[in-house]
């Protein structure tokens, strides 16, 4: 079936570097992307969004990219901090479905 | 705090029991989402409302999962019969009429022995 999925697992960075976390996804019909970061513990917290209108949106020290062509979607994080370590999501939604879809997620460890 | 809350954060409960978590939204949304996240994966959706209608179900909601939400506020997700393969983390978000950003909860972990 169609899925959203992420090409790491894990990803590890050094404080102060860029971090870019990649999701492939295969529904054609998803018109909106979003990246949530969650911690141990706690709910998915919303980190930027992305119509498919769009190849690029910024946030605050986040970038999200949108390659449509390949189905290819990702996050770049701007001087990665320790408060950065989480796992980080992408999810779809086609539109027509109030629900999103997630791929499984990728940790990030950022080493001081 | 304005954001979405569950209740109880935890809960341990035994095989065959029945079990009810609550989810209060973010005031003024009128979309809730109901979602099942197991360790390791992204989350999974169960259900979702639009004030008090239940508008989609995923075939993940078996026969002994039940929600509502009655006055289009707060939302209850029951399950009956608990199995082990019912614990999970429960997240709830809600997400306001004119978008599609969904606002998650902090959720509600439930270990059935």
């Known amino acids: 079936g169609e899925s959203v999925g992420l090409h790491l697992p894990t990803l590890s960075v050094q404080e102060g570097d860029n971090s870019i976390i990649n999701c492939a996804y295969s529904n054609s019909a998803s018109d909106y992307f979003i990246w949530y970061k969650q911690e141990s513990g706690k709910g998915p917290q919303f980190i930027i969004d992305i119509r498919s209108n769009m190849d690029k949106r910024q946030g605050q020290r986040v970038t999200v990219l949108l390659n449509k062509t390949v189905k290819h979607l990702s996050l770049q994080i701007a001087a990665t901090q320790p408060g950065d370590s989480a796992v980080y999501f992408c999810a779809e939604n086609n539109g027509s479905a109030r629900q999103l879809t997630f791929g499984s997620g990728t940790q990030l460890t950022v080493l001081p | 705090d304005t954001g979405v809350s569950q209740d109880p954060r935890h809960k341990i409960t035994k095989r065959g029991q029945n079990v009810t978590f609550r989810c209060d939204p973010i005031s003024e949304h009128n979309r809730l989402y109901w979602y099942r996240q197991t360790l390791g994966q992204g989350p999974e959706f169960l259900t979702y409302f639009q004030n008090e209608a239940q508008l989609e179900k995923s075939r993940l909601l078996s026969d002994r999962f039940s929600a509502e939400r009655p006055k289009g506020s707060f939302s209850t997700l029951e399950i009956q019969r608990t199995e082990q393969g019912d614990s999970a983390m429960y997240l709830c978000?809600?997400?306001?009429?004119?978008?599609?950003?969904?606002?998650f909860g902090p959720g509600t972990r439930l270990l059935v022995l």
């Open positions: 978000a809600s997400s306001p009429e004119d978008r599609e950003t969904q606002y």
